[in-house]
Protein backbone atom coordinates (compact mmCIF):
# COMPACT_ATOMS: atom_id res chain seq x y z
CA UNK A 1 0.00 0.00 0.00
CA UNK A 2 0.97 3.52 -1.11
CA UNK A 3 2.34 5.04 2.99
CA UNK A 4 -0.43 7.15 4.81
CA UNK A 5 2.18 8.94 7.26
CA UNK A 6 5.70 8.80 7.68
CA UNK A 7 8.86 10.72 8.75
CA UNK A 8 10.91 10.95 5.70
CA UNK A 9 13.89 13.56 5.15
CA UNK A 10 12.98 15.44 8.32
CA UNK A 11 9.64 15.99 7.63
CA UNK A 12 5.98 14.26 8.01
CA UNK A 13 4.69 13.32 4.27
CA UNK A 14 0.65 12.42 4.10
CA UNK A 15 -0.63 10.96 1.78
CA UNK A 16 -3.55 13.82 0.73
CA UNK A 17 -6.70 11.31 0.89
CA UNK A 18 -8.54 14.00 -0.08
CA UNK A 19 -7.48 14.04 -3.56
CA UNK A 20 -8.07 10.00 -4.43
CA UNK A 21 -9.26 8.22 -5.57
CA UNK A 22 -8.54 10.68 -8.50
CA UNK A 23 -4.74 11.27 -7.93
CA UNK A 24 -2.32 10.14 -5.86
CA UNK A 25 -0.52 13.49 -4.00
CA UNK A 26 1.30 13.79 -0.89
CA UNK A 27 1.92 16.66 1.37
CA UNK A 28 5.28 17.10 2.97
CA UNK A 29 4.86 18.55 5.94
CA UNK A 30 7.61 20.68 7.56
CA UNK A 31 5.50 22.54 10.23
CA UNK A 32 3.30 20.92 12.59
CA UNK A 33 0.32 23.61 12.01
CA UNK A 34 0.44 21.79 8.22
CA UNK A 35 -0.29 18.38 10.23
CA UNK A 36 -2.93 20.17 12.36
CA UNK A 37 -4.71 21.56 8.95
CA UNK A 38 -4.30 18.44 6.96
CA UNK A 39 -6.21 16.48 10.06
CA UNK A 40 -9.08 18.87 10.41
CA UNK A 41 -9.58 18.87 6.41
CA UNK A 42 -9.58 15.01 6.09
CA UNK A 43 -6.56 14.64 4.20
CA UNK A 44 -5.45 12.76 7.09
CA UNK A 45 -7.87 10.58 8.52
CA UNK A 46 -8.61 6.98 10.07
CA UNK A 47 -8.55 7.15 13.96
CA UNK A 48 -5.24 5.52 14.25
CA UNK A 49 -3.61 7.70 11.19
CA UNK A 50 -4.79 10.63 13.37
CA UNK A 51 -3.11 9.72 15.76
CA UNK A 52 0.28 8.32 14.35
CA UNK A 53 0.13 11.67 12.36
CA UNK A 54 -0.34 13.61 15.62
CA UNK A 55 2.78 12.05 17.19
CA UNK A 56 4.72 12.82 14.71
CA UNK A 57 3.37 16.60 14.68
CA UNK A 58 4.60 17.02 18.02
CA UNK A 59 8.22 15.16 17.37
CA UNK A 60 8.10 17.95 13.84
CA UNK A 61 7.29 20.85 15.92
CA UNK A 62 9.65 20.23 18.72
CA UNK A 63 12.46 20.45 16.35
CA UNK A 64 11.87 23.91 15.70
CA UNK A 65 11.61 25.17 19.61
CA UNK A 66 14.52 27.19 20.16
CA UNK A 67 14.79 28.04 24.09
CA UNK A 68 17.74 27.26 26.65
CA UNK A 69 16.36 25.33 29.29
CA UNK A 70 13.67 22.04 29.58
CA UNK A 71 10.78 24.11 31.37
CA UNK A 72 10.40 26.28 28.42
CA UNK A 73 11.52 23.60 25.96
CA UNK A 74 8.27 21.33 27.34
CA UNK A 75 6.03 24.07 27.47
CA UNK A 76 6.02 25.12 23.93
CA UNK A 77 6.16 21.24 23.09
CA UNK A 78 2.91 21.00 25.34
CA UNK A 79 1.16 23.56 23.26
CA UNK A 80 1.93 22.27 20.35
CA UNK A 81 0.21 19.11 21.43
CA UNK A 82 -2.52 20.97 22.73
CA UNK A 83 -2.84 22.54 19.12
CA UNK A 84 -2.93 19.02 17.33
CA UNK A 85 -5.69 18.14 19.89
CA UNK A 86 -7.67 20.62 18.97
CA UNK A 87 -8.46 19.55 14.99
CA UNK A 88 -10.73 16.64 15.73
CA UNK A 89 -12.68 16.09 18.69
CA UNK A 90 -13.85 12.24 18.80
CA UNK A 91 -11.29 9.87 17.49
CA UNK A 92 -9.41 9.02 21.04
CA UNK A 93 -6.47 7.59 19.32
CA UNK A 94 -5.61 11.53 18.67
CA UNK A 95 -5.81 12.58 21.95
CA UNK A 96 -3.63 9.06 23.11
CA UNK A 97 -0.85 9.68 20.79
CA UNK A 98 -0.26 13.45 22.16
CA UNK A 99 -0.20 12.08 25.85
CA UNK A 100 2.43 9.54 25.16
CA UNK A 101 4.54 12.41 23.37
CA UNK A 102 4.22 14.71 26.47
CA UNK A 103 4.83 11.47 28.96
CA UNK A 104 8.12 10.86 26.76
CA UNK A 105 8.88 14.08 27.17
CA UNK A 106 8.47 14.44 31.28
CA UNK A 107 10.19 11.37 31.31
CA UNK A 108 13.96 12.92 29.43
CA UNK A 109 13.46 16.19 31.56
CA UNK A 110 17.22 15.87 32.73
CA UNK A 111 18.36 14.92 29.69
CA UNK A 112 20.43 17.29 27.09
CA UNK A 113 17.44 19.25 24.48
CA UNK A 114 19.02 18.16 21.42
CA UNK A 115 18.84 14.34 22.65
CA UNK A 116 15.25 14.88 23.78
CA UNK A 117 14.48 16.19 19.95
CA UNK A 118 15.73 13.12 18.78
CA UNK A 119 13.95 10.51 21.43
CA UNK A 120 10.73 12.56 20.24
CA UNK A 121 11.14 11.17 16.57
CA UNK A 122 12.11 7.86 17.71
CA UNK A 123 8.95 7.87 20.05
CA UNK A 124 6.42 8.98 16.98
CA UNK A 125 8.51 6.19 14.71
CA UNK A 126 7.67 3.85 17.86
CA UNK A 127 3.64 4.58 17.55
CA UNK A 128 3.76 3.95 13.70
CA UNK A 129 5.98 0.37 14.08
CA UNK A 130 3.37 -0.67 16.64
CA UNK A 131 0.62 0.33 14.65
CA UNK A 132 1.05 -1.76 11.75
CA UNK A 133 2.11 -4.35 14.07
CA UNK A 134 -1.30 -3.95 16.08
CA UNK A 135 -3.71 -3.84 12.60
CA UNK A 136 -1.74 -7.40 11.36
CA UNK A 137 -2.53 -9.08 15.05
CA UNK A 138 -6.12 -7.43 14.66
CA UNK A 139 -6.30 -9.43 11.24
CA UNK A 140 -5.09 -12.71 12.27
CA UNK A 141 -7.57 -12.72 15.17
CA UNK A 142 -10.43 -11.61 13.26
CA UNK A 143 -9.91 -13.61 10.05
CA UNK A 144 -11.06 -16.14 12.19
CA UNK A 145 -13.91 -15.12 12.22
CA UNK A 146 -14.81 -15.17 8.34
CA UNK A 147 -15.29 -18.41 6.56
CA UNK A 148 -14.27 -19.13 2.55
CA UNK A 149 -16.83 -17.50 0.17
CA UNK A 150 -18.58 -15.21 2.67
CA UNK A 151 -19.49 -11.45 1.74
CA UNK A 152 -18.14 -9.05 4.19
CA UNK A 153 -19.93 -5.35 4.40
CA UNK A 154 -18.10 -2.63 5.33
CA UNK A 155 -18.21 1.15 6.30
CA UNK A 156 -16.35 4.22 5.67
CA UNK A 157 -12.67 3.46 5.36
CA UNK A 158 -10.60 1.31 7.95
CA UNK A 159 -8.26 -0.11 5.67
CA UNK A 160 -4.47 1.20 5.47
CA UNK A 161 -5.33 4.38 4.20
CA UNK A 162 -7.00 5.02 8.01
CA UNK A 163 -4.09 3.57 9.65
CA UNK A 164 -0.10 3.62 9.53
CA UNK A 165 -0.42 0.51 7.15
CA UNK A 166 -2.86 -2.82 7.14
CA UNK A 167 -5.69 -1.21 8.55
CA UNK A 168 -8.65 -2.52 11.18
CA UNK A 169 -11.73 -3.31 9.75
CA UNK A 170 -10.11 -4.09 6.70
CA UNK A 171 -7.03 -5.39 7.90
CA UNK A 172 -9.62 -8.45 8.71
CA UNK A 173 -10.41 -8.61 5.30
CA UNK A 174 -6.78 -8.49 3.90
CA UNK A 175 -5.79 -11.38 6.44
CA UNK A 176 -8.77 -13.45 5.12
CA UNK A 177 -7.81 -12.80 1.54
CA UNK A 178 -4.05 -13.71 2.25
CA UNK A 179 -5.26 -16.96 3.84
CA UNK A 180 -6.52 -17.86 1.02
CA UNK A 181 -10.29 -17.75 1.68
CA UNK A 182 -12.44 -16.50 -1.80
CA UNK A 183 -14.25 -13.32 -0.18
CA UNK A 184 -15.53 -10.98 -1.90
CA UNK A 185 -16.87 -7.07 0.24
CA UNK A 186 -19.43 -4.85 -0.29
CA UNK A 187 -18.15 -1.10 0.43
CA UNK A 188 -21.14 1.53 0.86
CA UNK A 189 -20.32 4.89 -0.38
CA UNK A 190 -20.75 6.71 3.35
CA UNK A 191 -22.22 9.85 3.20
CA UNK A 192 -21.35 12.86 3.08
CA UNK A 193 -17.66 12.32 2.34
CA UNK A 194 -17.88 9.04 0.16
CA UNK A 195 -15.34 7.57 2.35
CA UNK A 196 -16.17 4.05 1.22
CA UNK A 197 -16.77 5.01 -2.13
CA UNK A 198 -13.33 6.64 -2.69
CA UNK A 199 -10.82 5.08 -0.58
CA UNK A 200 -12.12 1.58 0.49
CA UNK A 201 -13.07 0.86 -2.93
CA UNK A 202 -9.84 1.96 -4.51
CA UNK A 203 -7.72 0.53 -1.46
CA UNK A 204 -9.26 -3.27 -2.35
CA UNK A 205 -9.31 -2.73 -5.57
CA UNK A 206 -4.88 -1.97 -5.69
CA UNK A 207 -4.77 -5.24 -3.48
CA UNK A 208 -7.19 -7.21 -5.78
CA UNK A 209 -9.52 -8.69 -3.31
CA UNK A 210 -13.38 -8.97 -5.09
CA UNK A 211 -15.25 -5.26 -3.76
CA UNK A 212 -19.06 -4.34 -5.21
CA UNK A 213 -20.24 -0.58 -4.37
CA UNK A 214 -23.41 0.35 -3.01
CA UNK A 215 -25.15 3.12 -1.89
CA UNK A 216 -25.99 3.90 2.21
CA UNK A 217 -29.28 2.58 1.96
CA UNK A 218 -28.91 -0.54 -0.37
CA UNK A 219 -27.54 -2.71 3.10
CA UNK A 220 -30.77 -3.47 4.19
CA UNK A 221 -32.40 -5.08 0.92
CA UNK A 222 -29.05 -6.64 0.34
CA UNK A 223 -29.19 -8.66 4.23
CA UNK A 224 -32.52 -9.54 2.94
CA UNK A 225 -31.81 -11.22 -0.02
CA UNK A 226 -29.19 -13.30 2.16
CA UNK A 227 -26.09 -11.73 0.36
CA UNK A 228 -24.36 -10.29 3.17
CA UNK A 229 -23.01 -12.89 5.44
CA UNK A 230 -21.19 -10.49 8.22
CA UNK A 231 -20.08 -6.70 8.59
CA UNK A 232 -16.70 -5.75 9.98
CA UNK A 233 -16.07 -2.22 10.98
CA UNK A 234 -13.60 -0.06 12.09
CA UNK A 235 -14.08 2.48 15.33
CA UNK A 236 -13.02 5.79 16.07
CA UNK A 237 -13.43 5.46 20.26
CA UNK A 238 -15.10 2.61 22.41
CA UNK A 239 -16.24 3.57 25.77
CA UNK A 240 -15.58 1.40 28.91
CA UNK A 241 -19.49 -0.30 28.03
CA UNK A 242 -18.40 -1.24 24.82
CA UNK A 243 -20.40 1.07 22.80
CA UNK A 244 -18.42 2.24 19.37
CA UNK A 245 -18.34 5.49 18.21
CA UNK A 246 -18.02 5.00 14.82
CA UNK A 247 -18.22 6.98 11.49
CA UNK A 248 -22.31 8.05 10.82
CA UNK A 249 -24.12 5.21 9.28
CA UNK A 250 -22.10 2.74 11.32
CA UNK A 251 -25.65 2.54 14.20
CA UNK A 252 -28.06 2.00 11.11
CA UNK A 253 -25.77 -0.70 9.47
CA UNK A 254 -25.79 -2.40 13.10
CA UNK A 255 -29.21 -2.25 13.37
CA UNK A 256 -29.67 -4.16 10.34
CA UNK A 257 -27.27 -6.58 10.90
CA UNK A 258 -29.31 -7.32 14.39
CA UNK A 259 -32.38 -7.15 12.63
CA UNK A 260 -31.06 -10.09 9.71
CA UNK A 261 -29.43 -12.42 12.41
CA UNK A 262 -26.50 -11.36 10.97
CA UNK A 263 -22.75 -10.91 13.01
CA UNK A 264 -21.77 -7.08 13.32
CA UNK A 265 -18.09 -7.15 14.73
CA UNK A 266 -15.42 -3.43 15.48
CA UNK A 267 -12.12 -4.04 14.33
CA UNK A 268 -9.97 -1.29 16.75
CA UNK A 269 -6.41 -1.60 18.64
CA UNK A 270 -6.09 -0.68 22.26
CA UNK A 271 -5.76 2.70 21.86
CA UNK A 272 -8.95 3.31 20.70
CA UNK A 273 -10.38 1.96 23.72
CA UNK A 274 -11.08 4.87 26.35
CA UNK A 275 -11.89 3.27 29.52
CA UNK A 276 -11.89 6.59 31.07
CA UNK A 277 -15.27 6.93 28.78
CA UNK A 278 -17.94 5.01 30.78
CA UNK A 279 -20.73 4.93 27.81
CA UNK A 280 -21.04 6.29 24.51
CA UNK A 281 -23.64 9.22 25.44
CA UNK A 282 -19.92 10.75 26.79
CA UNK A 283 -18.56 10.72 23.48
CA UNK A 284 -17.97 14.15 21.96
CA UNK A 285 -19.59 14.11 18.32
CA UNK A 286 -18.02 16.24 15.81
CA UNK A 287 -20.27 18.65 13.46
CA UNK A 288 -18.50 19.13 10.50
CA UNK A 289 -19.61 21.81 7.60
CA UNK A 290 -22.85 21.51 6.09
CA UNK A 291 -21.00 22.14 2.69
CA UNK A 292 -20.15 18.05 3.04
CA UNK A 293 -24.41 17.41 3.51
CA UNK A 294 -25.12 19.88 0.54
CA UNK A 295 -22.60 18.79 -2.35
CA UNK A 296 -20.82 15.73 -3.39
CA UNK A 297 -17.36 16.22 -2.84
CA UNK A 298 -17.51 19.81 -4.32
CA UNK A 299 -19.66 19.46 -6.70
CA UNK A 300 -22.61 21.87 -7.61
CA UNK A 301 -25.50 22.21 -4.85
CA UNK A 302 -27.75 18.83 -4.42
CA UNK A 303 -30.01 20.79 -1.91
CA UNK A 304 -31.87 24.46 -1.99
CA UNK A 305 -29.21 27.26 -0.96
CA UNK A 306 -30.44 27.97 2.86
CA UNK A 307 -31.71 25.08 4.06
CA UNK A 308 -30.76 23.72 7.75
CA UNK A 309 -28.29 20.93 7.59
CA UNK A 310 -27.00 18.33 10.21
CA UNK A 311 -23.62 16.97 9.68
CA UNK A 312 -22.25 14.66 12.85
CA UNK A 313 -19.62 13.30 11.37
CA UNK A 314 -20.15 10.44 14.08
CA UNK A 315 -23.00 8.06 15.39
CA UNK A 316 -22.94 5.52 18.54
CA UNK A 317 -23.70 2.01 18.36
CA UNK A 318 -24.87 0.92 21.73
CA UNK A 319 -22.57 -2.65 22.64
CA UNK A 320 -26.30 -4.44 22.92
CA UNK A 321 -25.64 -4.72 18.67
CA UNK A 322 -22.10 -5.30 18.63
CA UNK A 323 -21.61 -9.10 18.60
CA UNK A 324 -17.75 -8.81 19.24
CA UNK A 325 -14.92 -6.23 19.22
CA UNK A 326 -12.02 -7.89 17.61
CA UNK A 327 -8.36 -6.49 18.96
CA UNK A 328 -4.88 -7.11 18.71
CA UNK A 329 -5.33 -9.43 22.20
CA UNK A 330 -8.09 -11.21 20.47
CA UNK A 331 -11.57 -11.13 19.99
CA UNK A 332 -13.94 -9.85 23.06
CA UNK A 333 -17.47 -8.95 24.07
CA UNK A 334 -18.35 -5.82 24.12
CA UNK A 335 -18.47 -6.27 28.00
CA UNK A 336 -15.36 -8.21 28.65
CA UNK A 337 -13.49 -4.52 27.72
CA UNK A 338 -12.75 -3.61 30.73
CA UNK A 339 -11.31 -6.45 32.53
CA UNK A 340 -8.75 -6.86 29.00
CA UNK A 341 -7.36 -3.86 28.68
CA UNK A 342 -8.14 -2.01 32.61
CA UNK A 343 -4.71 -2.91 33.45
Excluded at 71 to 93: C, M, Q, Y
Excluded at 174 to 191: F, H, L, N, Y
Aim: glycine share 8%.
Amino acid sequence: MVPTVEWKDGAVRLLDQSRLPGSVEFLECRDYRVIAEAIKGLKVRGAPAIGVAAAMGVALGAQSVSVAGYDEFAKAVSAIGDHLAATRPTAVNLFWAIERMKRKLAELRNRPLTEIKRALIEEAQRIFDEDVALCKAMGRHGAALIEDGQTILTHCNAGALATAGYGTALGVIRAAWEQGKKIRVIADETRPVLQGARLTAWELMQDKIPVTLITDNMAGALMRQGRIHLCVVGADRIAANGDVANKIGTYSVAVLAKAHGIPFYVAAPYSTIDLATKSGDQIPIEQRDPQEVLSFHGSPLIAPAGVEVLNPAFDVTPAEYVTAIITERGVFKPGELAVQFGA
